[in-house]
Nanobody, 122 residues
């Protein structure tokens, strides 16, 4: 069982930045993928970005050029650097991981964190 713990959420004005962190109980090299998803009230959970220990990251079109997913070596996890935030980025952000999956969709994930709230005001 892999435990994921997110941190770094908060409230920010539009145009601002936040960095989310996800700490994993298992070394990142034991994962096939790690990812960030988000869920706004009344909406389905959507994929934001995914990271592979080997290979290039992928981003949803809605965040491409503004968000960066990267490895956090100190915590065996990942970061999500979010710049030029928009009100539509407001959501609960979840860290996700898989050991035998690709983290492409919420059903393609084996482990979830508890989530961290991001609120962007206009």
């Amino acid at each position: 069982q892999v435990r994921l713990v997110e941190s770094g959420g908060g409230s920010v004005q539009a145009g601002g930045s936040l960095r989310l962190s996800c700490a994993s109980s298992s070394h990142i090299l034991t994962m096939s993928c790690m990812a960030w998803f988000r869920q706004a009230p009344g909406k389905p959970r959507e994929w934001v970005a995914r990271f592979f220990p080997i290979g290039s990251p992928y981003y949803a079109d809605s965040v491409k050029g503004r968000f960066t997913i990267s490895q956090d070596n100190a915590k065996n996890g990942i970061y999500l650097q979010m710049n030029t935030l928009k009100p539509e980025d407001t959501a609960m952000y979840f860290c996700a991981a898989g050991q035998y999956s690709a983290c492409r969709t919420s059903s393609d994930v084996e482990y979830w964190g508890q989530g961290t709230q991001v609120t962007v005001s206009s």
